[in-house]
Each structure stands twice: as C-alpha cells, then as structure tokens.
C-alpha cells in the first residue's frame, strides 16, 4: 500500500504549500541525548551541511581523518536539500586528532569534535528537533484548527515514501527477492526488507485509522510505555488500561513484522493477521530473513510544537523521537510539494533508522 492510499487521522488536508523551496526551510538538528565522554578511541564530531547528503560529507571525513570509509558512521541519515546538524563517528584507535578543519566550506562546517569510548550507531539518537517553513499556501483557511488537533493528539506515525524507493522500486525489488530473486550486495537486501517491514506497518495502521481505532483498545493490544520501548499485552480491557492510554502513559502500538509470536494476542492479533493475511509472501520473507518481532508506536505525537502563519508562510518547529518522520507531520497537516532541485533526496531527516 503506497502512502497516497493510507488513511488521514484528521481527514484528507485541503491546504496546499511548497517544502524546501530553499534549504533553510527545512532545518535539522540533531539530539543525541547525551554528550560524548570525552575520551576512547573514537571522535564525535558534529557538521553542519548544507545541500550536502550525509554519505558524502561522511566520505570527506574518512578522506581527512586518513581513515577507511567504513571507519566513518552516523546515527541517522539526514535531507541534503536541508540545513541540518548531525553527528558522526570516526574510529581512529591509537590516532591523535586530525585536521578535519580541511573540509570545511560554504556548506560545511565542523561545530564540534570531542572524544568518546563507543561507536556512533544508526539509531543511536534522542531525536531531531525541526524547523520548518512552507511557503505559497493555498486553501490555508482550517489550517490552524488542524494544527492544533495534530499538537493535541498526533498523527499516523507511518513510515516516510522515501524508505519506499522512487515510485516505490525498494517494494518492488522486496517483492522480486521474495519471490526467489537473489541479491548479493548486503546493504541492498537491508534496505528491501526495511522496505517491506515499513509498508506492512503502515498498512495496519492505516486499517486501524479507518476502523475507528486509531485511539481506542482492542482486547489484547500491546501497548508501549510512554518514554520507553517497554510493551506488554493484557488479554482483557481494564479500566485501567483505558485510562492510562487516555493519559498518554501508555500508547497503542502495530508489529514490526518477523519471527517469533505476535506480541498482542486475542482480538487485536486476530485484526493484525487479518489485515496481513493479504501480504502472507511478505510476511514470510521477512521470517525467512531472520527479522525478529518487534513493535512500534501507532501514532506520532510532535513534542515542543509551535507555529505562526503569516502572509501565506507557515514555519512550524517540533521535535520527534529516533525512527520518526518529520514527513509524516507535514502529509497530516496539508498537501506539499517539494521543490525540484534536480536531484533526488536519498532520505528524508527522519530520527534514525
């Protein structure tokens, strides 16, 4: 299921804006939740680009440091038609510090080395704080009543289209290999079966959206508590159950799809396998692939959100937890188009992996 076909928590959006019709106005910060130590074989070392993709700048950093580019790693991979602040990890054992001040330029600059005693991982991240600004609004006029419904209860927490591939060629080539297609490069085969697993996800969240239940308990749901990646499922509805989702201690969450047992069980199993029963090759694949269950939020909450519109400009900035798609917000909120640069964006600045 493509994202054209999920389903809106708020309904279909009439606005309609322009994203990133300059790389200021979509502004990335990266949180990593913590400050490097201080010491260890490895240098943090945090840029901030522009118009420039993460594997590239990564490339420049291996190149300074006089180091192999698997030597190199990020927490997330983020926008290149974008100001965006992140932070690398170079391992250098029994190295002094280098010159990274070498690859500085107009759209490059190193803010910060420091460093620390472990490897910088992908999804080793707090989040990412965004700005930003969407210009040539049209059909603006329920735009701030839909602002604050998405501030008050979220949006859809679906994976963005572009874990999906150009035209969604990753889902097609994830549908080729479980078919029987062999694909020998790694980084390949990851990236199908990251694709697969998202738009399953996505598709059961969309039928909980349009059942009604984005919001409400099925006997038997796993939920996940809130600040943690703590789940657990109770067979029966409680009371108390009901009330600490109303509260936000608890959240609903769909399966991340793979081996081992569902971890919701009664009604709300019973409506996931229904709903996948359509994707059985798919789901198999990913079994087949050693991917192990997991799960996931259901919806999104921005955390720290603020707007002001003006003059047909809307700049909205927010904070999302690692794994999350900023993308995600702007689908809910209205109809954008991005501006064409004349390259294609490897990725959006999502929160990690």
């Known amino acids: ?18 994203l990133k019709a300059e790389a200021s106005d979509f502004v990335v910060v990266e949180d990593l939740g913590f400050e490097p130590c201080g010491e260890g074989e490895h240098i943090f070392v945090r840029v901030r680009k522009t118009g420039e993709n993460t594997a590239w700048v990564a490339g420049l950093l291996a190149d300074a440091a006089g180091v192999n580019r698997n030597a190199v790693t990020w927490a997330g991979l983020k926008d290149r038609h974008a100001v965006t602040e992140q932070w690398f990890g170079i391992h250098l054992p029994g190295k002094g510090e280098p010159d990274l001040s070498v690859i500085q330029s107009d759209s490059i600059q190193i803010l910060q080395a ?20 969407l210009t040539g609004l049209e059909q603006a006029e329920g735009l701030e ?31 080729a290999m479980f078919a029987g297609k062999r694909i020998n490069d790694r980084n390949k085969r990851s990236l199908y079966l990251s694709a697969a697993r998202s738009m399953l996800f996505n598709t059961i969240v969309s039928a909980r959206i349009e059942q009604g239940l984005a919001h ?16 657990f499922s109770e067979e029966t509805l409680t009371p108390e159950l009901e009330a600490r989702l109303a509260s936000g201690d608890v959240q609903l969450t769909a399966p991340q799809w793979g081996r081992g047992r569902l971890a919701s069980q009664g009604a709300a199993a019973e409506f996931e396998q ?25 919806l999104l909450k921005p955390e720290g959100m603020n707007w002001t519109l003006e ?26 188009e991005e501006a064409d640069h004349g390259f294609r964006n490897p990725t959006d600045a999502n929160s990690g992996q």
């Open 1 to 18: 299921m493509m994202l054209e076909q999920l389903s809106y928590l708020h309904g279909a959006p009439t606005a309609r804006g322009i």
């Open 114 to 133: 420091k460093r620390h005693n472990k490897k910088l991982r992908v999804g080793y991240l707090k989040g990412n704080h965004f700005r930003l600004r």
């Open 145 to 175: 009543t839909r602002l604050q419904a998405i501030a008050a209860q979220g949006v859809p927490n679906y994976y963005g289209e572009q874990r999906f591939g150009r035209g969604g060629n990753n889902l097609e080539a994830a549908k």
């Open 216 to 231: 409400q308990l099925l006997a038997g749901d796993c939920v996940m508590l809130k600040g943690s990646h703590s789940i």
């Open 274 to 298: 229904g709903v996948l029963a359509a994707y059985a090759d798919w789901c198999a694949g990913l079994e087949k692939a050693g991917l192990d269950q997991d799960r996931r939020p259901l």
């Open 311 to 336: 003059e047909g400009v809307l700049t909205l900035s927010f904070f999302l937890p690692a794994g999350a798609f900023a993308t995600s917000v702007v689908r809910e909120l209205m109809q954008a």
